[in-house]
């Protein structure tokens, strides 16, 4: 893509999460595939913490990040706590 030309870009979000026997495990979700001219663009999605069946959450360091064209440009990490620790206070 040109400097200053509109371009094909795919925007997507990482998740690295716990699992029960401590290792990590990384799940890569699209966003948004499309035309975007030069600039900055907004990057937004929701996410679950609810334990489901086919998935749960343990506590631990976990990370997010945002990937644009498979390149990862930032993440943010965050400690989730063990549910029954704030269930009781």
Known sequence: MRAGSRG?????C???RNKARGKQSTKIFQIKEDRFDPGKHPVGRKYSFR?????????GRHQISIIVNGVEK???SFELLDRTVVEGE
Not at 8 to 12: D, I, L
Not at 51 to 59: A, F, V, W
Request: net charge positive.
């Open 74 to 76: 930032a993440t943010a």
């Open 14 to 16: 990482g998740t690295s």
């Open 8 to 12: 094909n870009s795919r925007q997507g």
């Open 51 to 59: 334990d489901l069946s086919t998935r749960k959450h343990h506590p």
